[in-house]
Each structure stands twice: as structure tokens, then as C-alpha cells.
């Protein structure tokens, strides 16, 4: 058997950069007189009594733990030590940007978390040492660069509470999507004129709009396919919930309406405030997933304009079979510009190789959904929620390695499901659906929701796509099923096309998954959503679910705090179903500025 | 200026979506095909025994209905149709011609269907899937959606005639509404024009709200009447704005704006004459559906075409009128709540202003706007700086 080629290409790895050093020196004085400044504006005094406050707040809460602890009956310390914590929002404290330290879950699952704690740092620095300067000297031009650096922290609060198989599972699965993330931090560095400025990688690059999914680039082994504003805004808006901010600010000042979309919005800020890097050979950009984000590529091309763009545009009444061949032919045409903007050659070979991989995946991802809508569920939480959507919408299938990760985590699955496992130990109340897109800056909300409440997560609405095997012999029909499934991607297949597809998609989704308790996100600015939003209402009423409205502004924590999110479900919790929170801690605690 | 003999007959017909000249119609056994949309191609709601009426809610007062079911962040044109369809305004209705272009409007039509706002027996909602961009295959589509989300449709409801003969019958009397239309829209090119921004407004929106063979006789006579009309010696106006932007159905907004001083001379809106009231040239060797969609995808000026030709003519279309009709600046307008004209209206208004060198009043607006005292103190200030420029130019 043909050994499998080595994922990334390892020629965009070694393709030469072209830094420009009197620029790169001129930057760091500029940064250098940045920070001077801050240490000059800092007041030491306010600092230092922060820093004793911090200790003595510390000091104050290991007494406090001590004491807890020791107030334990022998069987309950024994289960402490064992099992872990119960009292989560002890990990938060008032005005930190982090939690105060690591999870206690249990000598072997602590041990273990360690363990892929140290796996994720060792996969990160390796990752940056294939082209360190680059990498590192990106944040000292872009502020999200210096977001990732909490990444870890991110990890631990999408884990929290997790015990055994479900623990394990999410940490493999978010490997992979830290692992894409570096490596394409990475490229971006590369890239960057005024960073890297590789002109060789800067022409095998494909830039993609950030919510179009990358299985087109299957066909062009020797290219490289970036989703341009992924790491810059979309998924640094996830780490980090005040990312956003800044962008928001300035495409609102330049006159962009406050009740836009704030991805749309975060994009267009981003390339007021120069925050993407400059980079790549041409720019794919989308009509998806919705009006707003169509809208955003007139300003790509306003601060680009040299930058080769094919709007890749896909009909709306996708359900319509009648309108797939306007889709295939928009992908044929998309296939032609790649080709002639950067002389590459599409393979079909390559892309039913990279088809069959994610038929394959695809198979797996059914197989979890199968076991998470038994009475016994075991993947739940962020991690698995995240992987989905990257899977489903960046990897499709490109990453061999991903298949590897499948393959593991259904085994853990399968064995887990035997042995009835409980994802959240103690804590499995509640069946829950998620509907609607959740808020960038609360990720682990449903981590929030099964730890203090009881509420389970078993699937949320992004995640339910196109499983449809794809087409991988007759090249016609493979081009209609590409069609089919971008026309079903994250964010769209149920807010486009006709109320069907996200009202009575909702209904049915319930009854296939059991779950009788629907966290309705309210995006304060999606209108798709929004216009739906009284038959939601009137039609799950009638039907008897228990529907929980949360508003959010996606990746604007200003407008909605998380804690006024958590606040909704508490408060429906505490009113409508006369339930007591499963860890009283989580309930009220301060995360206003923590990452 | 001596009043027009049938300006305030015509305001009267924008005073009710189902005003006299469609009850006339309908009285004579025809049906009414009500649409939003400049997406669809007008002529094809007019084939037939068929006339199309682009749906308004005049005098829109409370849309706490509509708000309930589709929030309070949400375009209010889409809202303010809701609301009256669930009132029972729009019972009258044949048929509901929607495009999901906009998802805004897409479910105010969808609420049509799910709250059974007419229960006229035949009555039909359609939604049409509309590219984002011209190129064959996107023409191939559009014209396919035409024939079975519209054609098809109105055969198989009520038999109605839709063979090429008869679009062909129907585009000849659209462009005898619209040889007025742009007979009357090029007098405003005049230093002191027989007609007001105003007055134009309303007989351009008849247009689209009335059965084209019942109004024509009227848009006959009204043209005459101006080509004798004698404009005041001294005009009334001390700024020439062209506008571009979003919906417009509401006369009241160009009467606040002129209100202020200005003469608005150019409208390039929906509803308004830019794009709408082009003639339609068909040929004799394809088929006229086909050629109406491709002419309305190229005269189209809506936001949501993408593709980078024509981005840029919406820019040199709002510069092109601008100049021809003299104006001395633009008002950017849009919807509020609008993403399309949101984005559009933001980036464009910078646009116009530093490399088309044009002042640019940039606003977002309600549905109904004719007692905005905030927007009147805008276009005030507006007025004033384009008169501020134009003595400095005089003074150079």
C-alpha cells in the first residue's frame, strides 16, 4: 500500500522566507515605544497593591479549601481525592483574566489532563519551531496573536467537570484543532509580507473567506487553502471573549450599523484596524453563510484591490433540487479561476482520495451521534461541539491525521457507551438541544450548563449537517454533491432556505434526540433567527418543551455579558422548573474580563 | 407652481395597498399579484389577466404584531407588510410573488403562509431562489425559477396564459408606463424643473402599486400637463440631491427632504425610477423570459449582486445620475436594520465622497419617516453645507 503523503505538504513548511529586517526593525521600535509608553502610564502603586491583594485573595482561598476540605467526612475525602472537585466557581475570581488554577479532577484523571497539558505545549512549540521568527514575531504586529498564547487556558475551561472517556475524548479531539491552528499560525507568519513574506508559499495560497469550507482545495494537493479570517478574528474570538472589541469599535466608527452581524462586522473592523495579514495569491469569498457576511467582501476587495477575488455563490432554496447545478457550476467556475491564478491543475484523483476520508468521518461523526441520542450519552461538551464544526467545515477530510483521531475517540466511545459511563458524573439531569448559533466569547457554556444545572448538551444545531456520503467515481455528480454540501454549512443550513429548516428541523431534532429542554440562542443580530423567533416560541409551547432564551452578541461581550447569559438559564432553572443547581458555586461568579 | 391636476388622486391611490384602480381590476375579473421585490421582473406579474402591485403598508402605525414574531431588530418595511397582512390589508391578494433575497423579507412572506393571512381560495406564496451574480449558468437558474416558482405557478392556480406571446404583451405596456416615466424623469434635469422630487416620487410609485392599463390614461395626461407647466421664476429649492440607497415607498421622506431646502433630482432606490423604469428592449430570436431576466439582472442595482462589476456599477451608476441630473450632492440612505444596504451604505458613502469627490449625507432610517425631526435637522445641516460650498466655488 502507497504510503500516504505527509499532511501539511512539507513544502509549504520549506518554503523560503523573504523577511525584510530594516522593516522588522523598525516595527519593534514602534512596539518597543508602545510598550514604554504603557510602563510609563502604569501605576506602579495601584500595581503593587493589586499584586498583594492577588496574594492575600490566594492565601485567603487555599485557607478556605483547606478548611473545606477537612470538614470532609474520611468517605468524602477519599471521593475528593479520587473523584475530584465539586465546587467549581471556586476556579474564578473577580477581575482575573484567568481561572485562579487548574482543575482537581482525581488522582488518575488529573494525572492524565497533566499529561495532555504538557502533549498540547510540546505540540505548540515544535509546531512554532518550524519557523520561529515568523511565528513569534507576529505578535508584535497583531494584538489576537498574543490571544493564543492563553490557548491552554481555553482547553481547561472547555474540559471542566469532565471526568474518564468523556475527558479523554475531548482532549484528543481539540488537539487537532489546536494542532491545525498552530500550523496555520505558522503559515500566516510565513506569508505576511511585512512578516514572513515568503513569496514562494504566498503563491501556492488559496485565501478563503472565513466561514467557506476548505474541500474544495481537496483537488489541489500542492496548494495550500487558508480560511483568512479564521485564526485572526472567528476562532481567536473564542479564546479570547475581547478579541472582538477593537474591531467592532472601528467599523462602527467608519459607519457600519451596530445591529450588523459581529462576524461580518469583526471582519470588516479587522481590515479597518490592518489586522489580517497581507498575504496569498487570490481571495475565495462567499454569499454564506448569510446577508451580512456577503456584504463583507466589498470591503475585502476595498483593502485588498490587487487581490484576484471569485465570489463563490450558492443558492439560497438549497432544498431545491432544481437550483443544485447553478451551485455545481459556481464550484466548476471557482475550480477554473484557482486554476488560472495560480497555474495549478485540479486533481481528481486527490480530491476522492480526500472524499473518502471524510465519507469515512462522516460515518464515525453518525456513529457518536447515534450513541449521544441513547439513554446513555458519552461525548459531550465544547471540545466535541468545536470539533464538529472544524471538521465538518476547515479539515474535511484533508488531514489524514484527523481520521486517526476518529478512530480513537469512537473506540473510547463504543467502550464507554458498554460500560454506561456518565460524561458528567452526578450531573446528568437534564436532556438538552442547543438551537441557533452559540456566542463566540461563551464557548463552553454548555461546560457551564451541565456543571452547575444539570443541563446535558447532547447536540447543538451547527453540528447537524450534511451526512450524505459523497459522491467519490462519477465527477459530475461529485461536483453537485460539493454543491449540496456547501450549501449546507455551519450557520446555514438551517437559517437559510425557508423557516422549515430551522422551526421544524428543531421539532424533529428534539424527538430524535430525546431532549425535551432547548437552549434557544438569541444572536441579538441575526436576523434569520430573529424573524422566527415568535413561531419558535408559539410552536414549542404548544409542544411542551421547555424553551430557554438566550440572548448574546456572538463575539460583542458588552452587549450581553456571560454572566447575564448564565443568568437566563438560571433564573428559567430556579422560576420555571423549581430545580436546585447541581454546583450552587457556578451560579453567581465573577468572568467579566477572564479570557 | 400650479398644482398637477391628479397629484392628489394619485396620493390617494398610495393611501391603501388595495386602492381603487385594484378593486377596479379586480372588479373586472382580474387578479392581483402582489410582490416586494425588484428581483422579480414586473412585466411577468403582468401577463394576462394578471397585474403585479409592489406591496406597501401606508400609514404604519403600530408593527407590535409583526415585532412579536419576528423581533424588534428586524427590517420595519418587512415588519410593517406583516402586520398589515395579518390586519387583513392584503386579503385582497391573488398571489405573493417572493424572492429570497433578503432572508428579512423571505420570512415576512413565510409568515403569510404559517399565520394564513389570506384565506382567498387559489391564493398562493412562492419563494424564488435569485443569483448573486451574471453568468450563464446563473441566468439558466434564474430564468428556470422564474418559469416554475411564477409562470407555473399562476397556470396551475388559475389558468392564467403564459406563453412568450404573452410576456412579450405584457413588456410592451411596462414600457409604455415606463417611456412616461422616463420622459417626465429627464425634465428634472432642468435648471429649474416643472416637477418636484416630490411629485415624482408619487407618480413613479403609482406605477408600481396600480394595474399599468388602468393608471396609464392618467400618466398620459399628467405628461402633457408638464410639458406646459411653468416652474416658479424663483425656484423654491437652494441644494440639488440625488439619493441612493434602500426601499423608499413613502413619499413623506422626499417631501421631508425638500422641506429642508433641497430638490431631489435623481432617485436610484427601490421603487424609485433607477433601476424599474428602463424600457425593456426584446428581440425576435430568444425567448422574452429569458431576455427579461438577464435585463433585469443587469440593470439591477441591488446590494446584494456581489461580483465585482457590479459592485462597481452601483458606484458609477449613483455618479453617472448624480451628474447627469445635476445634483450637488447624494444622499446615502438605507433601511434601517438592512444588512445589505448597512454594509453597502457604510463603506460606499466614504467611497462616493473621497474618490468621486461628492458630499454625502449618510443616513439610516425607519419605515416611515415623514416627522423625524432628527432626520429633518440632518438634511437641514446638509443643505446648508452644500450651499456653503457652492458660494465658495462661486466665490473662486
Known sequence: MAKAPKFPNPAFWRAKDNINWKAQGENLKEVGGIFWDMLKATDWKEFG????????????????????????????????????????????????????????????????????WAHMWGMLLMTFSRDLIPALNSALYYRWMISYFCCHGFMDKNIMGLRGSNLRMSHLLIYDIFRYVAENLVFLAKCDKKNGNSQELNKKVVLFDEMTMGQIMAGFPDLLGIPYQLMPVFLVSEIDQLTCVPYIDAVESYGLPSDTCPVPSSECGALVVDALPHMGSCFI????????????????????????????????????????????????????????????????????????????????????????????????????????????????????????????????????????????????????????????????????????????????MESLNFTKQLETEDKEEALRD???????????????????????????????????????????????????????????????????????????????????????????????????????????????VCM | MKDLKHLIYFESLLENANNELIKQAQADGQLAIGYTCFHVPEPLLNVDKCF?????????????????????????????????????????????????????????????????????????????????????????????QMRIRVLDRLTENYGVDTSDEAIRKAVAEHNEVCKIISEIREMRKADNPVITGYEFHVIDLVTYVCPKALILPYLRETLEELKTREPDPKPAFRARVAIVGSEIDDPSLTKLIEGCGALVVSDR?????????????????????????????????????????????????????????????????????????????????????????WPVLSIDRLYNNGNSGQLRTRVQAFVESLEIKRIHKEGK
Open chain 1, 49 to 116: 497593591q493589586k499584586t498583594v491583594d492577588d496574594f492575600k485573595a490566594d492565601g485567603q482561598r487555599i485557607k478556605e479549601e483547606y478548611a473545606d476540605f477537612m470538614a470532609l467526612s474520611k468517605d468524602e475525602k477519599i471521593d475528593r481525592i479520587l473523584n475530584g472537585e465539586k465546587s467549581l466557581g471556586r476556579l474564578y475570581r473577580k477581575g482575573a483574566m484567568a481561572t485562579v488554577r487548574r482543575e482537581w479532577r482525581g488522582i488518575k484523571d488529573t494525572a492524565y489532563d497533566f499529561y495532555e
Open chain 1, 285 to 460: 469569498s462567499s454569499s454564506m453563510p448569510c446577508d451580512g457576511s456577503t456584504m463583507a467582501s466589498s470591503y475585502m476587495a476595498r483593502r485588498f484591490p490587487d487581490l484576484p477575488v471569485f465570489h463563490l455563490c450558492f443558492p439560497v432554496r438549497y432544498e431545491d433540487e432544481e437550483t443544485v447545478q447553478m451551485g455545481a457550476e459556481d464550484i466548476r467556475a471557482c475550480i477554473k479561476f484557482i486554476e488560472e491564478t495560480t497555474g495549478a491543475k485540479w486533481n481528481w484523483d486527490a480530491y476522492f482520495t480526500q472524499m473518502k476520508r471524510f465519507n469515512e468521518e462522516t460515518a464515525y461523526e453518525l456513529q457518536k451521534w447515534e450513541i449521544n441520542k441513547s439513554r446513555y450519552p458519552q461525548l459531550l461538551g465544547p471540545c466535541y461541539e468545536l470539533f464538529r464544526k472544524w471538521n465538518y467545515e476547515m479539515d474535511g477530510g484533508a488531514d489524514p491525521r484527523t481520521l486517526k483521531t476518529f478512530q480513537k475517540v469512537n473506540k473510547i466511545l463504543l467502550k464507554a457507551y458498554e460500560k454506561q459511563e456518565e460524561p458528567w458524573p452526578g450531573k446528568m439531569k437534564y436532556r438538552a438541544i442547543v438551537w441557533s448559533c452559540p456566542a463566540h466569547y461563551y464557548a463552553n457554556f454548555s461546560n457551564w450548563a451541565a456543571n452547575c444545572w444539570g443541563i446535558n448538551v447532547l447536540v447543538e
Open chain 1, 482 to 592: 460539493l454543491a449540496r454540501l456547501y450549501e449546507r454549512m455551519v450557520m446555514r443550513r438551517h437559517t437559510n432556505g425557508g423557516y422549515q429548516n430551522v422551526v421544524d428541523e428543531l421539532w424533529r431534532q428534539c424527538e430524535a434526540w430525546d431532549a425535551s429542554l432547548i437552549i434557544m440562542y438569541q444572536n441579538v443580530a441575526c436576523k434569520n433567527m430573529a424573524t422566527v423567533q415568535g413561531v419558535l416560541d408559539e410552536q414549542g409551547r404548544q409542544r411542551g418543551y421547555d424553551l430557554i432564551w438566550v440572548e448574546h452578541d456572538l463575539m460583542d461581550p458588552r452587549t450581553v455579558s456571560r454572566r447575564t447569559m448564565r443568568d437566563k438559564v438560571s433564573e428559567y432553572m430556579r422560576t420555571v422548573k423549581q430545580a436546585e443547581p447541581v454546583d450552587p458555586s457556578l451560579v453567581e461568579f465573577e468572568d467579566e
Open chain 2, 52 to 144: 403585479s402591485t409592489r406591496l406597501r403598508a401606508p400609514n404604519t402605525g403600530s408593527i407590535d404584531i409583526a415585532t412579536y414574531y419576528m423581533s424588534n431588530y428586524t427590517c420595519e418595511y418587512a415588519r410593517a407588510l406583516l402586520e398589515r397582512a395579518i390586519e387583513g390589508g392584503y386579503q385582497f391578494l391573488d398571489a405573493l410573488i417572493g424572492v429570497d433575497a433578503c432572508s428579512m423579507m423571505n420570512r415576512s412572506m413565510e409568515h403569510f403562509e404559517l399565520l394564513h393571512v389570506n384565506d382567498k381560495p387559489g391564493f398562493f406564496v412562492t419563494h424564488c431562489d435569485i443569483p448573486y451574480k451574471i453568468a450563464d449558468y446563473t441566468l439558466d437558474s434564474y430564468e428556470k
Open chain 2, 269 to 357: 432606490y427601490c421603487f424609485g425610477s433607477t433601476p424599474g423604469r428602463e424600457v425593456i428592449e426584446l428581440n425576435d430570436d430568444e425567448p422574452a423570459l429569458r431576455q427579461l431576466c438577464l435585463h433585469t439582472m443587469q440593470v439591477s442595482e441591488c446590494a446584494r449582486y456581489i461580483s465585482d462589476e457590479k459592485v462597481l456599477q452601483r458606484r458609477e451608476t449613483a455618479d453617472k445620475l448624480a451628474k447627469e441630473f445635476k445634483a450637488e450632492g447624494m444622499i446615502y440612505e438605507q433601511m434601517k436594520y438592512c444588512d445589505y444596504w448597512g454594509f453597502e451604505r457604510a463603506l460606499v458613502s466614504h467611497i462616493m465622497h473621497d474618490e468621486y469627490g
